[in-house]
């Protein structure tokens, strides 16, 4: 789970809020300034910050006008006094998504951080496996936790690479079929022929090379799930026996004298529209309306990205643990790219893109160029590099400092200096380039 930031010059106040936060499951850290907040969230994108408002030195209000320059994305909750509500109100005018007067109760400051972020809120049990703080997907878990105890058919659209087989296993794991078998098959990918096989079964010597009696997925799931994935890719001829099996709840074998109950629960995944593809004549009506009764549509990950960043340190661990590597996080420029992609594959191009990092990652963070496979450049290369001033100058050996010094000097050399223009390029803000300058002594 992604962690949250209290800042508050008052540290009894932090360690009691702290505690009564991690006794709801909450991962916070305690900064007790402004400057050494900034400090905290240089090295870690936080999910939430939550600032008092009077402190000394570097008040709320800057602190604010700082995070927001920096992260604009990252939401910030400001505490007050009851005399300073109008500085709260500035607040608000300024970005922050709500604040609190002091003295705060625990479980009302965790009511605040679950309205912000549905992700630290209650979700219905069952759902562990789809890792998400997006309000939109929140309410499919809620819709999907009432489906589940029923059988009725679902039928999951999306993109590909949105997660409906994930979605499909969590309904089929939270259903009173778990304990019977969950069953997949691809209907694009097999011929026609094939197909048939697959669902129905076949008996010994139904046609040539049928050596043995073959039960198809529709028995191999008797009791369970059967996933039907990519069904709109399925041939006209069999989506008649398909819906008959669907009707009947029986199947009949390639070469079997006599049809076969079966009590299945059928999931259909798509990355069309179907009901376009319907009018087109490319699916049966009656079929879709009977697979139809519960149509659940995933959003593509651009349109929920307060998920990217906690689906890639999801994955970041998984790969860690399967690769024996210690990486604690992405820097910000890594961060900030992974933000500003499209990612057209969704959650399954961002998860081999940070699987790929891994396995580059040299250091303790992941740097954005070990992401993006365009900012490396080989050896091989060099030769190409000294006749194309816009190549970077990047050989094996050099640590992801250097590497990362090098990529920001010449993206402001070839962007003329222009610090906007580069941070743009880079996938980072203005701020975090000014700050790195600073630390080279450039500025």
Known sequence: MAKILLVDDDPDFCAALVARLAQKGL??????SGAVA???LRDHAYALVISDVRMPE???IELLRRVKEDRPQTPVLMLTAFRDVDGAVEAMKLGANDYLIKPVEGDILYA????ILPEFGERPAGFESIVTCDPSM?????MLDMVAQSNASVLLSGESGTGKEVFARAIHERSPRSSFPFVAVNCAGLPEGLLQSELFGHEKGSFTGASTQHKGKFEQADGGTLLLDEISEMPPELQAKLLRALQEREVDRLGGKRPIKV???VIATTNRDMQQHVRDGGFREDLFYRLCVVPITLPPLRERRMDILLLARHFLKEFCEQNQKSISDFTDAAAGWMESQQWHGNVRELRNVVERAVVLCQGNRVESYELNPELWVTPESDAAAADDPGRLDVRVGMTAHEVEKRLILKTLEESGGNKSRAAEILGITPRTIRNKLREYGLM
């Open 27 to 32: 991962d916070v850290d305690a900064a007790e």
């Open 38 to 40: 900034l400090a905290r």
């Open 58 to 60: 570097m008040d709320g």
């Open 112 to 115: 605040k951080i679950t309205h």
């Open 138 to 142: 929140v309410k499919h878990l809620e």
């Open 263 to 265: 009590d299945v629960r």
